[in-house]
């Protein structure tokens, strides 16, 4: 039986040496648009200035890389995830991250057994995990580290004479 591999994420966009000069997030809880200044290599080898503009997104993830090495920027750039399981692992860790963050600054009687505790409250979690599909998870391999953006839409917007 031949089987065809089955790939996780696409290539969209090569940027060969990993550059992305600088990341800019404006909040606005479902219109949060997140922007990445990158440079790249067009199809006729000239280097550009760009930037890849994420639209309604409803979660970020940045891991940094202070390693003395570059390992993860060879993966050749921009990426779009298609395992829907790595979606629905961001937005929990969100969710949990948003009732730890609380505890631990917040004087609450917090009940972890009520499901009808603020914190527990599944609610608007539930109604974005049925919009899932809507949603795409994107990855830049950068030398300063690894980003996840799940949004709906980006572009890309090249900067005139720039190299």
């Given at each position: 039986?031949?089987?065809?591999?089955?790939?996780?994420?696409?290539?969209i966009?090569?940027?060969?040496?990993?550059?992305?000069?600088?990341?800019?997030?404006?909040?606005?809880?479902?219109?949060?648009?997140?922007?990445?200044?990158?440079?790249?290599?067009?199809?006729?080898?000239?280097?550009?200035?760009?930037?890849?503009?994420?639209?309604?997104?409803?979660?970020?993830?940045?891991?940094?890389?202070?390693?003395?090495?570059?390992?993860?920027?060879?993966?050749?750039?921009?990426?779009?995830i298609?395992?829907n399981?790595?979606?629905?692992?961001?937005?929990?860790?969100?969710?949990?991250?948003?009732?730890?963050?609380?505890?631990?600054h917040?004087?609450?009687?917090?009940?972890?057994t009520?499901?009808?505790?603020?914190?527990?409250?599944?609610?608007?979690?539930?109604?974005i995990?049925?919009q899932?599909?809507?949603?795409?998870?994107?990855?830049q391999?950068?030398?300063?580290?690894?980003?996840?953006?799940?949004?709906?839409?980006?572009?890309?917007?090249?900067?005139?004479?720039?190299?």
């Open positions: 039986e031949n089987k065809m591999k089955q790939f996780k994420s696409k290539l966009l090569r940027t060969f040496d990993g550059t992305m000069e600088e990341l800019k997030i404006t909040p606005s809880n479902k219109n949060t648009k997140v922007e990445f200044q990158i440079r790249y290599y067009n199809e006729m080898d000239i280097r550009i200035k760009a930037s890849i503009i994420f639209e309604d997104v409803i979660a970020v993830d940045f891991r940094i890389n202070y390693f003395d090495n570059c390992v993860g920027s060879d993966l050749g750039g921009f990426y779009e298609l395992e399981n790595y979606k629905v692992q961001l937005i929990e860790e969100i969710f949990e991250n948003r009732r730890h963050g609380h505890l631990l917040g004087d609450y009687s917090y009940d972890p009520d499901d009808n505790d603020s914190l527990n409250n599944r609610e608007s979690l539930s109604d995990l049925k899932l599909d809507c949603y795409h998870l994107y990855q391999q950068a030398y300063g580290g690894i980003l996840l953006v799940l949004a709906k839409s980006y572009c890309l917007v090249e900067h005139k004479n720039e190299g």
